[in-house]
């Protein structure tokens, strides 16, 4: 019978539960029609026969309710016990609370066999369990929420760190980008152009060299300079500013070669770099200054600053 039980279902246990409940009140009702009858009738008439008979079939049926009672309700009790053991791999820190809950469990069990309260003992057992098992539920759903939660810090603190990733590093050119520049300017020759370095770190010597690299020579002839300082003079009210990113300008009245040289350097930088047109009068010379001092005569400027 435990093997033909155990193919069930939980809600066929319930079922079969409530089934054997259900039948052990009507065969209650039938013993107190049978007493009842017994009672009221003569024992030599006829009638009395039939209130035994029925008082005989409410006992065989309490006796069979009540074996059904016994035996769902033990199999409820298994059914409970795998759904905690479940529950307690699934919270894991939960494990001992459910080794307790399942010691209780079988101290109930014992204890309504030995009081012939089976069925109601099993009942309220049964229902222990479950509520044990939502409890351990909702501890798996706060354990998974902090998961998440936790998986959400990680990833924002990975983004965090692939942000300051990027801050930190250099700008570059591979050599596919230098030739593909490269090969933009070689329609233009004879232009002159005067690059100005706000600035003497590693990182903006290495881009300025790349950049340079990249400019078709002799068509383009270069001017390099290094001013003195870190700040640039702006027009003619003179105010400092700093140079970020890479600044490019073509002086007010050039030929139209000489416009287009320069804003086809310019868009050759910004679809890699951070470059930017600036105004030519906001680009001012830098009076002290090393290198090239040829540089400030040219009708393209190029201002290169630190990474922005």
């Known amino acids: 019978m435990g093997y033909l039980l155990s193919s069930l279902s939980k809600t066929q246990v319930h079922v079969g539960l409530g089934i054997s409940e259900f039948l052990l009140l009507i065969s209650a009702l039938v013993v107190v029609i049978g007493l009842v009858g017994e009672y009221r009738t003569p024992s030599w008439k ?23 009672v016994f035996l769902f309700s033990h199999e409820l009790e298994i059914i409970s016990d795998a759904e905690v053991k ?42 222990g369990a ?9 501890d798996i ?28 590093a250099w700008r570059t050119l591979t050599p596919e980008q230098q030739d593909g520049i490269r090969s933009k300017l070689s ?19 290495n881009i300025t060299a790349l950049i340079a690299d990249s400019i078709p020579k002799p068509a383009w002839t270069l001017h390099i300079a290094t001013p003195v300082g870190g700040a640039a003079r702006v027009g003619d009210t003179n105010r400092l500013t700093w140079v970020r990113g890479v600044a490019v300008s073509v002086r007010p009245g050039s030929d139209e070669k000489t416009v287009g040289a320069a804003m086809t350097l310019l868009k050759s930088l910004q679809s890699t770099l951070a470059a930017s047109l600036w105004p030519f009068e906001r680009m001012g010379i830098p009076l002290n200054r090393t ?10 400027r190029v201002f290169i600053g630190s990474k922005p």
């Open 46 to 68: 006829i009638k009395y026969d039939l209130f035994t008979l029925l008082v005989a079939i409410g006992c065989a049926g309490e006796l069979i309710a009540d074996g059904g």
């Open 187 to 205: 329609a233009f020759s004879g232009i002159v152009v005067d690059i100005f370095i706000w600035g003497d770190s590693a990182e903006i010597q």
């Open 291 to 300: 290198g090239d001092l040829a540089a400030g005569n040219a009708p393209i």
């Open 141 to 168: 759903l706060s354990v998974r929420k902090e998961a998440t939660e936790a998986k959400s810090d990680v990833a924002e603190a990975l983004r965090r760190a692939k942000e300051i990733e990027q801050r930190l």
């Open 86 to 127: 479940d529950a307690v791999t699934k919270a894991g820190d939960a494990k001992t609370s459910a080794d307790g809950a399942a010691k209780d469990a079988s101290r109930a069990k014992d204890f309504a066999d030995k009081a012939g309260v089976a069925s109601s003992g099993a009942v309220t057992l049964a229902e």
């Open 130 to 138: 479950r509520k044990e098992a939502d409890s351990f539920e909702k």
